[in-house]
């Protein structure tokens, strides 16, 4: 019996009073969620045509298994929902809580616990894992000999600090007395790479450990039949292209685009600070410049992972060739014999490292580097092509089945020669008769305040700016009566004040109450968002106290952190706080998710 029959002829034995319990639990669920009760229910129903006998108590098999997550733009989330669902699958008792859910003085009760935790940028933890790492980095955790753990750690080889998060709370429940389950799991932006092997191995210690024999329950007749209105991260939506603009200057120096995209027919959903994921090609004239460096042809087939195509295609669709990654300047060390390069990945030279992965993009280091290559090495050797993912800058209570993006084309001169950035190129660049995949990628910890009466305030220098578009039209749609109050800057308010029609007519009609302004080229001292705040500190700090949420987008590497001490300043010097004080008190925000963040 197919999933559709089947599912078909279970609804139909159900009253009406059941039926309608079913579709309250599942309102609202996302596909993960649904997924995982899924797998638990054919569990149940397995287990119970086999003897008649109900899934047994967490008593009876041991322990629970608490699945943890830390989760920025959705990735740890979703490896943790699955790895969930199978451990339910196989009998387990399981707990699936996002970090900043989860009561810290539960840590010490714990007796099997999974992490699964990404870092984000300079060795940062995601904001929904922000205290709980502190806390247990730091001198209150308990002692746990009681504990046995694994540790998945996602992060992006491109930086510097590669999965610091994962390995730092690795060691530290080693460190506090605890045993390994399995060990440290390091996923790179190929995610399931890695999270598929090490969660099929942490789950059989997990089961080991808990006693549990019961086999894992074969549910894959109820994944999701394809149909237009499952499109997923694997299965994307080709969404035509309605509008795609300018909205800077011509001499503005640099190429920021609004693009509008259709979603009709795809029943996809979003809601204000969601992201919108992307799946680019590359650009053909940075195939063409791979081509003549490694001297190759484009037309050579390639098989690699049981997939035989041209190079060409290998190239512009499968590979990720504008991100320079810690794996790739080895590979061409070695392949070069080139020992100076092959010492820039000592943990002595971060720095060097550091300035390397940010100045460099893979064509520069074949440039500098040659050796002889082999279109299967060179397949081989580069990482796979991944999603990119945007802040949607549209509520879709507003423009209806459509998506808007805000995004800067990445194009320039370096090293003697012109560079691209992949999906910015592939969107910047897409024409009316073109579509691109794309699918929706949830942000739940970055979402406007359900209580529409509370206060919003907005910091969204540059295409930061994006979400804060959404929020402001789905304000005025839900006609929220809390006040709104926005902070953006950019270079040159008359070259780049990115939509700045827009803001002046919500100024107008009340949708927006308050708009601070810093532009750091229109006079002789620049001027950024954080002077904004300091400057308006005595306001903001009152909008706080009186129960704002607090919302910030854009660059992590620099503009997040100098917001955040600029917050610091404004509680030290309008609310009597001490530094460390303040320090808390943002983290309490963070904690009790009036202070949100969406960087990059």
């Not at 733009?73 to 199978?86: D, E, N, S, W």
């Not at 041209?310 to 060739?321: D, G, K, N, V, Y």
């Not at 000592?346 to 940010?358: E, G, H, I, P, V």
Request: proline share 5%; glycine share 8%.
């Amino acid at each position: 019996m197919n999933a559709v029959v089947a599912t078909q002829t279970g609804l139909a034995s159900l009253d009406g009073d059941k039926l309608s319990a079913l579709e309250r639990l599942a309102d609202g669920l996302g596909p993960a969620e649904l997924y995982w009760i899924a797998a638990w229910s054919a569990a149940r129903a397995e287990r119970a045509q086999r003897g008649g006998v109900l899934p047994p108590t967490a008593k009876a098999v041991g322990d629970r298994l608490t699945v943890l997550y830390g989760s920025q733009t959705g990735q740890a989330k979703r490896i943790a929902t699955q790895l969930a669902a199978r451990a339910e699958a196989t009998g387990l008792s399981v707990r699936l809580v996002r970090a900043d859910g989860y009561a810290q003085r539960d840590l010490a009760k714990e007796t099997h616990l999974v992490v699964v935790i990404s870092t984000q940028g300079d060795a940062e933890p995601p904001d929904d894992a922000r205290g709980l790492v502190e806390f247990i980095l730091g001198k209150r955790a308990p002692k746990l000999p009681g504990l046995r753990y694994s540790v998945l750690g996602l992060g992006d080889s491109s930086y510097p600090q590669f999965c610091a998060i994962g390995r730092q709370l690795d060691e530290r429940f080693a460190e506090l007395g605890g045993t390994r389950l399995a060990p440290l799991g390091e996923a790179d932006v190929d995610v399931d790479a890695v999270a598929g092997p090490w969660s099929e191995r942490a789950l059989e210690q997990a089961r080991q450990a808990l006693g549990a024999s019961t086999p894992v329950a074969r549910v894959a007749t109820l994944q999701p039949v394809p149909s237009r209105a499952s499109h997923t991260r694997e299965r994307p939506f080709a969404a035509s292209v309605l509008d795609n603009q300018a909205i800077v200057a011509r001499d503005a120096g640099r190429d920021i685009r609004h693009v509008e995209l259709s979603l009709e027919g795809s029943s996809l959903h979003y809601e204000p600070g969601d992201a919108l994921g992307v799946w680019p090609e590359n650009p053909a004239a940075l195939v063409d410049q791979w081509l003549s460096v490694l001297k190759l042809d484009g037309e050579q087939p390639v098989r690699h992972d049981g997939k035989e195509l041209p190079l060409r295609r290998w190239l512009s669709h499968e590979r990720e060739l504008t991100r320079l990654s810690r794996p790739l300047i080895a590979a061409v060390a070695d392949a070069s014999g080139d020992s100076e390069l092959a010492n820039v990945l000592r943990s002595d030279q971060a720095s060097r490292l550091a300035t390397l992965l940010a100045d460099q993009q893979p064509i520069d280091l074949w440039r500098q580097h040659p050796a002889a290559w082999s279109a299967e090495e060179l397949v081989s050797t580069l990482r796979p092509q991944t999603p990119r993912l945007y802040s949607i800058a549209s509520s879709q209570k507003a423009v209806g089945d459509e998506v808007h993006l805000t995004g800067a084309v990445v194009d320039y001169l370096a090293h003697g020669e012109r560079h691209w950035g992949a999906a910015s190129s592939f969107i910047g660049g897409a024409g009316d008769d073109q579509r691109l995949p794309v699918f929706i990628e949830e942000n739940e910890p970055f979402r406007l305040p359900k209580d529409a009466s509370r206060d919003v305030i907005m910091i969204g220098p540059g295409t930061g700016v994006a979400p804060f578009r959404a929020f402001v039209q789905e304000r005025r749609e839900t006609g929220a009566d809390g006040r709104n109050w926005l902070f953006f800057g950019n270079r040159q308010f008359p070259r780049d004040f990115l939509y700045q029609i827009e803001w002046q007519a919500a100024l107008r009609d009340g949708s927006l109450d308050r708009l601070d302004l810093a532009f750091s080229r229109d006079g002789d001292a620049k001027v950024y968002v954080q002077q904004r705040i300091r400057e308006q500190g005595r306001e903001l700090y009152a909008w706080l106290q009186d129960g704002a949420h607090l919302y910030v987008c854009g660059d992590a590497n620099q503009m997040a952190k100098d917001v955040h001490a600029a917050l610091v300043d404004v509680a030290v010097t309008h609310g009597g706080q001490s530094h460390e004080q303040a320090r808390e008190w943002l983290s309490a925000l963070l904690q009790q998710g009036r202070y949100a963040r969406d960087v990059y």
